[in-house]
């Protein structure tokens, strides 16, 4: 793995130098296409969960009128917050545009996570543990490590879906069990330092990017324990083109660290 980027590496030893203040600003953001039926019970669970956060619906045009539900729960509840995109351009600009978004509201805590309940809000308190008691920089909700399970998955989605983990890592040199997983909390200074502009992957090889970055860029990662639940309603947006986009962005990762590498050695 190459060396940190000097600035990169002192922005995150700074932040981890202390907890993370109390209370801190926690923005949950949940991006949504077509989640008409899950916004409502989504935000009521997460303030149940963590009382004090604040939530970033990210709603990518959903023409089920899923963004003007979120506008309607905004203008009841303070901490519900809405950033409309004209288009479908891809769970990873989404999540560009409201990184930023929370990012200028001062967020100390960011997570990451869907609007279907397959990421149970019941681990909200075990994800962000690690980062406000000043243990982790980026902790990822993994379904691989003990204690985290898929109870409804066929084994062919478990080959698949671990299989990719395993293939990031081993390529990446990335010590991580679960590297796909949207499940993810970061302190606001880790995410700061990945660059969020130049990020590659419009899918889910997002997760596996960011991870990538924020590791080089010497953030402390955790894994946690999680339970992945089938979505309640609605369908799932995984496809295999979204497979080959993380597959291929995997490869480019390992090809652009090793040019990095060339280049250091000419020098």
Same mark, same amino acid.
């Given at each position: ?10 922005? $995150?030893?700074?932040?981890? +130098?202390? !907890? ?10 949940? !991006? ?8 409502? *019970?989504?935000?009521? +669970? ?5 009382? &004090?956060?604040?939530?970033?619906? $990210?709603?990518? %045009?959903?023409? &089920? ?12 509840? /303070? ?30 805590? @960011? ?8 990421? *149970?809000?019941?681990?909200? *308190?075990?994800? #962000? ?30 080959? @698949? ?9 081993? $390529?990446?040199?990335? /010590?991580?069990? &679960? ?16 660059? #969020?502009?130049?990020?590659?992957? %419009?899918?889910?090889?997002?997760? $596996? ?7 080089? +860029? ?22 295999? &083109? ?12 390992? #090809? ?12």
């Amino acid at each position: 793995m190459p060396a940190a980027e000097p600035a990169a590496a002192e922005l $995150v030893a700074t932040a981890a +130098a202390e !907890p993370v203040a109390a209370p801190a600003a926690v923005w949950i953001i949940v !991006p949504t296409y077509n989640e008409r039926d899950n916004v409502g *019970p989504i935000s009521d +669970a997460i303030l149940a969960a963590v009382p &004090d956060a604040h939530i970033l619906f $990210v709603d990518d %045009g959903s023409p &089920d009128g899923t963004g003007e539900l979120a506008d309607e729960l905004a203008s009841k509840h /303070p901490a519900i917050a809405v950033l409309h995109r004209r288009a479908k351009q891809g769970l990873g600009r989404a999540y560009v545009a409201a990184f930023h978004d929370v990012l200028a509201r001062d967020a100390d805590i @960011v997570v990451q996570m869907d609007a279907d309940f397959s990421h *149970p809000v019941r681990f909200l *308190p075990s994800l #962000l543990e690690p980062i406000v008691s000043g243990k982790a920089d980026l902790v990822l909700g993994s379904r691989y490590v003990k204690g985290g399970q898929i109870p409804r998955w066929n084994l062919l989605r478990r080959i @698949v879906s671990r299989g990719g983990s395993i293939f990031a890592g081993v $390529v990446l040199l990335l /010590p991580f069990r &679960d590297l796909t997983g949207g499940f993810k909390a970061w302190r606001s200074p880790a995410l700061e330092v990945i660059d #969020l502009e130049s990020l590659h992957a %419009g899918g889910y090889g997002f997760q $596996v990017e960011t991870t990538f970055r924020a590791r080089r +860029a010497g953030a402390r990662i955790v894994e946690v324990p999680i339970t992945f639940e089938e979505r309640r309603v609605g369908q799932s947006k995984m496809s295999m &083109d979204i497979f080959a986009e993380a597959f291929l962005l995997v490869i480019a990762l390992r #090809l652009s660290t090793l040019r990095r590498r060339h280049v250091k050695q000419l020098r």
